[in-house]
């Protein structure tokens, strides 16, 4: 099989890849293959071409399933000193030592961020002029979440195809 990711006009070859021979067995074998592809900034959708390139046979000689697209990149962690596991609770009027949440992402891309609050941990809002590595957690009397979207082209941060959310 051939795989090719095209842009949404259809113009532009964004990646190839091939699974190389499949050999034929008398019961199924389920394999997973890859491809890995950069979104052009300010673009959200793209066109899939699979191509079967084995002679074939009877009926159908492949089976194809679970196809998904996800955004993927360098791994990324929010650290904090007061952190243990992935969460904090503070209550409210409550001080701790640390307010102070970084984001590490591994390898040697540059990076955009934009901090997000909310009061449900379902609604999420950016925070208005929050798009460093670093967010200062103010103090607060009610319940809030924090999170971070990171994208590696600023086009792409309000993207949810092209940034990933930590």
């Known amino acids: 099989m051939t795989f090719e990711i095209w842009n949404a006009s259809d113009t532009v070859l964004l990646k190839s890849g091939s699974t190389g021979n499949i050999n034929g067995s008398t019961t199924p074998i389920w394999t997973q293959y890859g491809l890995v592809f950069t979104m052009p900034a300010g673009q959200s959708a793209v066109i899939l071409k699979m191509r079967n390139n084995g002679s074939g046979g009877c009926g159908n000689d492949l089976a194809i399933d679970d196809i998904a697209f996800s955004s993927c990149g360098d791994y990324s962690t929010i650290t904090n000193n007061s952190i ?30 934009q901090w997000q609050r909310s009061n449900d941990n379902i609604t999420y809002t950016d925070i208005t002029g929050q798009n460093a590595a670093t967010f200062m957690m103010p103090s607060t009397a009610v319940t809030t979440y924090y999170r971070v979207k990171v994208a590696q082209d600023i086009a792409n941060i309000n993207n949810n195809f092209c940034s990933n959310t930590f």
């Not at 409210?92 to 390898?107: A, E, F």
């Open 84 to 113: 243990t596991g992935n969460s904090i609770t503070v209550c409210p009027n409550q001080t701790i030592s640390n307010n102070t949440l970084q984001v590490s992402t591994s390898g040697s891309s540059s990076y955009f961020y």
